[in-house]
């Protein structure tokens, strides 16, 4: 199959959101063809004979690549390096550290809504309160509570006067 | 005519010349005759005194002598005493005298300084309400700066809280509720926010790539 052919319809599951963890595969794939490359000349490869990460297993899966087949991986190698080089990314700021629930449910959302191969980095911030933002290569998305605030400042002012005045 | 006048101013002379003597005659018959009753007087002035003499003896001399001294020293003690006695008077007179002007010139002089001591208050309490007035109303207008500075910082105050005030409510309600609201509570405001902003950011992406 034709590098092209396969990135188009190359898919990531929700577990793998992060472009460290495409590099982190990467390693792992490139050790895991290693392994293939030195047990393909002495006899016949079986599963139970290659450890393989479980991330990466799941990739593979997600993706029905035979992780015994060296043109597998290496489409699966050819797929990660094009997606290290053009993925998109989106990095969210919330004010906790989310659990690996919610990151999937974004994900899954991103990936069904925006794009099927968006990564997201993830970051804290305390002072964010409610809500969350949002940071392009080329624009900044502020759906935190303070920004809802701004939009009805004068509706809190004058709210605050009313119950100032009474 | 001259030896006429001649004549009668020689037989004027002449005439003249003899009343001069008969005058110079009459006047030395005066002064005699004066001489002689002066001598006269004088010798019956003298004879009392030869009489006199006779009758008022050394006895009766040394004896009016006496009655003159007892006399004398009786009317000096009279006079003494008279004169202790007006002296006295004068005395008491002039004490009361003394009195009344020390008296009437200390009332004067007392009366002056309390006047003056009064002027003096008078001058002190004018002075102090002077100064009083002059605090109140620097009182009054520091006052008023005062509360016109107030005023302008509350409403800086207040300007500041009005242009802050989204951040202040905001972390008001991350100091109440920022820990105890999941993020998986809020998965639907989230997703709801990226729905409506869906196609600016895949614009955004489409431009960034």
């Known amino acids: 199959m034709e590098l092209n052919v396969f990135y188009d319809s190359f898919k990531l599951p929700k577990t793998v959101y992060q472009m460290g963890q495409i590099r982190l595969l990467k390693f792992d794939l490139a050790s895991l063809i290693d392994q293939l490359d030195s047990l393909q000349n002495q006899e016949l490869v079986t599963k139970d004979k290659l450890k393989v990460n479980h991330l990466l297993l799941e990739l593979l899966e997600f993706n029905n690549l035979d992780y015994t087949k060296r043109s597998d991986l290496i489409l699966l190698q050819g797929a990660l390096e094009s997606l290290e080089s053009q993925a998109q990314i989106l990095h969210f700021s919330f004010n906790q550290r989310p659990r690996p629930e919610f990151i999937y449910t974004l994900v899954e959302w991103l990936r069904g809504n925006i794009g099927p191969k968006i990564l997201i980095s993830v970051g804290y911030n305390p002072s964010l309160g409610l809500g969350f933002t949002i940071r392009t290569d080329n624009k900044y998305f502020d759906f935190s509570l303070a920004k809802r605030f701004s939009s009805h400042h004068q509706e809190l002012v004058n709210l605050i006067r009313e119950v100032t005045e009474t | ?209």
């Open chain 2, 1 to 209: 005519m001259t030896i006429w006048w001649v004549a009668v101013i020689i037989v004027f002379l002449v005439c003249l010349g003899f009343g001069f003597i008969w005058i110079a005659l009459q006047l030395s018959r005066i002064k005699n005759n004066y001489h002689r009753s002066s001598d006269i007087l004088k010798q019956i002035d003298d004879a009392p005194e030869q009489d006199v003499e006779h009758i008022f003896n050394k006895e009766f001399r040394e004896e009016l002598r006496n009655r003159g001294r007892l006399h004398f020293e009786k009317i000096i003690g009279d006079n003494a005493m008279f004169l202790q006695q007006d002296l006295r008077l004068t005395t008491s007179q002039l004490n009361d005298f003394m009195k009344s002007e020390i008296s009437k010139t200390l009332k004067e002089e007392f009366s002056k300084y309390e006047q003056s001591i009064n002027d003096a208050k008078e001058l002190a309490v004018n002075s102090i309400q002077k100064t009083l007035s002059a605090l109140e109303e620097q009182r009054q207008s520091l006052s008023k700066q005062v509360n016109e500075q107030i005023e302008i910082e509350k409403q800086k105050l207040i300007d500041r809280f009005e242009s802050n005030l989204t951040d202040i409510i905001n972390h008001y309600l991350i100091e109440a509720i920022g820990d105890q609201i999941d993020l998986s509570d809020q998965m639907d405001y989230i997703l709801a926010d990226l729905e409506n902003n869906k196609n600016e950011i895949i614009e955004d992406l489409k431009n960034g790539t």
